[in-house]
Structure formats: C-alpha cells, structure tokens
C-alpha cells in the first residue's frame, strides 16, 4: 500500500538523521527511500534558474536546484522534473499534471509568484518611480487577495486528483532584502520594505490555501534569513543586467541552503 510505503520513507529519513547525529554513517540511501516516486512542479524557484547548470530546454531546470539535489540524495524510483520558468497556475494544470499518476508517492511545488505579477513588479520598483513602484505592489497584493486563492485551489485540487496517495510539499518564497543592510544604492528602503510585505502576503496566502488541502506548507524566509539581497553573503540574485531572466532568484547555495532543508524538514 502506498500509505505504509510512505511511513516506512518518513521513517527512513528520521533513521537517517539519527545516525548523522551520533556520527555514524550510510553508504547509500534506505531501500524505502527508493520505493518513492517523485514528481516536482512549479514555477522558475522550482526549475532552478539562477542556480546555473541548466538542461538546456526552455524551462532551465537546473541540476543544482533542491528536487534535483534532492533526487540525489535520497536516490528515489523514479524522478520526474516538470518545474519550469515562467509557469503560472494556468502552466502547471495544463501542461505539468501529466507527470502525476496513482504510484506518484511524493509532489514538491512552488507557484502564484508569476501569477501576482512578481516580475513586473520588480521591474517596475527598479526602472520606475517609487510612487509607482509602490503603487503595483498594492496592485499585486489585490491580486493575492481576489483572485491567486482560487488559482491555487484549481492546481491542489488537481493535484489530489491525479495524485490521491502523494504527500505533497508547497514551498514559499524567500524575502528579498535584508533591510538596514549594507546595499548603498537601488532601491529606496522603503520600496524594499514594501516587496518584503508583498512576498510575505504570498505566503500568508499560499500556506493558508496548502494546508485547506491538507498539504504541507514549506516556509523559507527562516533559512534565507541573513541571506537576502543586502545581506553582505546575499543566496538570491540582486538585478542581473548581463542575464536579466536570474535576477531575484536563488542563487545554487540558495537551492541547497535554503530550499532543501525546507523540503527535508517537511518529509
């Protein structure tokens, strides 16, 4: 039954961990670990971009991005890689869903950040005024409020469909800036405080949507905190103008640092 295979996964982990802890070691992953098979969706936080070493398709899926890292690692039956740059919800039900399946154990996903418009917001604050920086921030929180819910309720849905034994992780989006940081030009502190409102108010939304379907929620500002844009040692891209599409987007030690042990924590 996949509900005991699941147990004896979760239990694999902890073992894992334990021996980690007294310092005695493994030299390959649990046989349970292997019985599970894995699906990873979402959006550009998912595939990777940013982290370099990409596949070479359309989607920049990256081997340095935290379900490959984790893929890995726990060396499951199968792995399969649907993240992709630029998804939306719309993205994922309509192209992404065809991975799952009854044998699909496992499902990691990170989405609503394209779909609130968060690229167009940080082009906006960038090259724009700060008035109106400002103003597509309220712009983009509105959204969040009236209309990501039931995007998001389509793609869980849809997901529990396809998947109705998988233990699914949704995983959150980092704050971008450390405030009173060391950065001495860009944005106005003000506008920086506000973005950080903004991602804040997408996970507010996002955890609330994920545990109504009874996912887990994996929050990540705790593991990025210190590593934000700012920061003096920052895992997330500041603007990039030589390759503009990893500008605020993990860096590799952000999928490894700060991804990852979200998603083993929630296993």
């Known amino acids: 039954m996949k509900m005991s295979r699941l147990v004896a996964f979760s239990s694999s982990l902890l073992l894992g961990a334990a021996l980690a802890l007294t310092g005695a070691g493994v030299a390959n992953a649990d046989s349970?670990?292997?019985?599970?098979?894995?699906?990873?969706?979402?959006?550009?936080?998912?595939?990777?971009?940013?982290?370099g070493s990409y596949d070479g398709s359309s989607c920049k899926r990256s081997s340095r991005a935290y379900p490959a890292l984790w893929a890995a690692a726990n060396s499951p039956s199968?792995?399969?890689f649907a993240a992709c740059s630029g998804?939306?919800?719309?993205?994922?039900?309509?192209?992404?869903?065809?991975?799952?399946?009854?044998s699909t154990d496992l499902v990691s996903i990170s989405i609503g950040g394209n779909d609130a418009g968060f690229a167009d917001v940080m082009?906006?604050?960038?090259?724009?005024?700060?008035a109106t920086c400002l103003s597509r921030?309220?712009?983009?929180?509105?959204?969040?409020?009236?209309?990501?819910?039931?995007?998001?309720?389509?793609?869980?849905?849809?997901?529990?469909?396809?998947?109705?034994?998988?233990?699914v992780v949704v995983l959150g989006y980092p704050r971008f800036y450390q405030l009173g940081g060391g950065c001495i030009a860009g944005l106005s502190e003000k506008e920086r405080s506000a973005?950080?409102?903004?991602?804040?108010?997408?996970?507010?939304?996002?955890?609330?949507?994920?545990?109504?379907?009874?996912y887990t929620f994996g929050d990540v500002r705790a593991t990025f905190a210190g590593h934000e844009i700012c920061s003096g040692n920052a895992w997330l891209h500041s603007v990039n103008w030589l390759n503009i599409g990893e500008s605020y987007h993990p860096t590799a030690a952000g999928q490894s640092g700060?991804?990852?042990?979200?998603?083993?924590s929630a296993l």
């Open 137 to 167: 921030i309220a712009t983009a929180r509105a959204y969040v409020d009236s209309t990501l819910p039931g995007r998001l309720d389509s793609v869980y849905t849809a997901i529990r469909s396809k998947a109705p034994s998988a233990r």
């Open 87 to 102: 998804a939306r919800t719309g993205d994922v039900t309509g192209s992404q869903l065809g991975r799952l399946n009854a």
């Open 195 to 214: 973005i950080n409102g903004a991602s804040d108010h997408l996970n507010t939304a996002t955890a609330k949507r994920a545990a109504d379907h009874g």
């Open 258 to 264: 700060g991804y990852l042990p979200v998603l083993n």
């Open 78 to 80: 199968s792995f399969d």
């Open 32 to 51: 349970s670990a292997a019985a599970v098979d894995y699906v990873a969706l979402g959006d550009s936080y998912s595939s990777g971009v940013g982290a």
């Open 123 to 130: 082009t906006t604050c960038v090259l724009q005024s700060e």
